[in-house]
């Protein structure tokens, strides 16, 4: 039986896949009203295909609970953020479900850790804490690390096909793991040491937030001296060998904006570059903040009430706002003592921030200048409906005639 802790934007979809192909499982979660919604049908966050996949997990037999079961395996994906000061990972939501574990785990058990950590995490904090607790890691408990590559909005085929990292101190675990995974996973599974797991599930989000990076200082680059970003993009990915991406209003979500910061926090000497580039994300909503400005100014708008960002969410057609670039800027905003910018997003229908709207007729009513944040597919269906609106268009997806880039 296998006890997933932690029904997050993780665990949830992991545990329904797995009861879904045949594995007996027990999710369980320490949040009662997590549990009670999933206990009463209902999944906790939207997802394409998770109600169907809901739906078959059921057919499976998997239960919920805040209770920690005895089990032959525990997969722990409770969240991993950096502490904003050191930059160092946050372990303590990881040992407090593995101490929990160890209260009911048999000999023998497994635990996987599921959450990304920094490399050299589970040696530091896991081993020592699990061996204080009594028990004999490679007798009494296997510990394996097992990190997770999904993307939000595209989970269920990702967690289908993608290849896997799984690293585990023996290799018969490993594959013992690896053969737990593949009831679902048709992507190749690697079996490595943990170690060697950890860095790569770090360094795969580490590339990608060092190359949004580079476009987000292209952008900047070409705003300065008057050039065109996208078109200077498109011709030199004309090249063999060049493939830049897209420049944005920032990075959020719980991976490409949090897990670079672990090498920064732990080798600060030696992560310059990783430095640097979390840092040039990080500034993104400033600077869309003063293009707003000067776009106003430009335009001779005094009204920052009559001004717009569509989209909350970190990334297009997701309901996850987590370090999104809108609520950075709305932070930014504010230190600057000022506020009044109107806010709207599709998939936030509870009120999270001041002068918040739930109907995107009204949200352009109120509004004489629209700021595209996040991408979703809504605003991509009804772009003529900012014709008669100035647009800072923060992905270059709108064709309308004068409208504003990054
Ligand atoms: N969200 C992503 O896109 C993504 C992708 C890949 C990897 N990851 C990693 O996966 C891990 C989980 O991320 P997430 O987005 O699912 O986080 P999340 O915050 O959505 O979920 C974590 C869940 O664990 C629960 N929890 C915390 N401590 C617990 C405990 N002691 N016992 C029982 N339940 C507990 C919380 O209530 C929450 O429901 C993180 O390490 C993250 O970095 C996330």
């Not at 407090?96 to 009911?104: M, P, Q, R, S």
């Not at 990076?213 to 065109?228: S, T, V």
């Not at 490409?256 to 040039?280: C, H, N, Q, R």
Request: glycine share 8%; hydrophobic share 40%.
């Amino acid at each position: 039986m296998v006890n997933v802790i932690g029904l997050g934007y993780i665990g949830l979809p992991t545990a329904l896949m797995m009861a879904s192909h045949g594995v007996e499982v027990v999710g369980t979660n320490h949040s009662q009203g997590k549990v009670d919604m999933l206990k009463a049908g209902k999944t906790t966050f939207e997802e394409d295909g998770l109600d169907e996949l809901f739906q078959a997990a059921l057919d499976g037999g998997i239960q919920f609970t805040t209770e920690y079961q005895v089990a032959d395996v525990y997969i722990v994906s409770v969240q991993t953020p950096y502490d904003k000061f050191t930059k160092k990972v946050e372990m303590q939501y990881v040992t407090a479900a593995i101490g929990d574990v160890l209260k009911v785990a048999p000999k023998g058990a497994i635990i996987v850790v599921e959450s990304t950590v920094s490399p050299g995490s589970i040696d530091k904090y896991v081993r020592p804490y699990v061996t204080e607790k009594g028990f004999k890691i490679g007798e009494d408990i296997h510990l394996v690390h097992a990190p997770e590559r999904i993307i939000p909005g595209n989970m269920i085929y990702e967690l289908l096909h993608n290849d896997r990292t799984i690293g585990a101190d023996d290799p018969d675990i490993g594959e013992k793991i690896k053969v737990l995974y593949a009831t679902f996973c048709g992507g190749n599974i690697v079996v490595t040491d943990i170690k060697t797991a950890e860095m790569t599930k770090v360094v795969e989000n580490t590339f990608r937030a060092v190359n949004i990076a580079f476009a987000n200082e292209l952008a900047k680059i070409c705003r300065h001296d008057g050039m065109d970003v996208y078109e200077i993009i498109k011709i030199c990915n004309m090249h063999p060998r060049v493939n830049i991406l897209q420049p944005g209003p920032g990075v959020g979500g719980h991976c490409i904006s949090v897990d670079p910061w672990f090498l920064v926090g732990d080798y600060p000497s030696l992560a310059k570059v990783i430095d640097e580039s979390m840092k040039t994300n990080d500034s993104m909503p400033d600077f869309v903040l003063n293009r707003i400005y000067e776009i106003m100014k430009e335009k001779g708008m005094t009204d920052i009430t009559r001004v717009g960002l569509y989209g909350l969410t970190y990334k297009e057609n997701v309901d996850d706002m987590r370090e999104s670039p809108t609520l950075q800027l709305l932070e930014s905003q504010e230190r600057h003592l000022a506020t009044g910018l109107k806010v709207y997003d599709p998939y936030i229908t509870n009120d999270v921030v001041p002068n918040q709207y739930h109907d995107l007729s009204e949200f352009l009513n109120a509004v004489d200048f629209v700021i595209i944040m996040v991408k979703h597919n809504e605003i991509k269906g009804n772009m003529e409906r900012l014709a008669d609106k100035v647009v800072l268009d923060c992905h270059n997806i709108c064709s309308l005639p004068g409208v504003y880039h990054i």
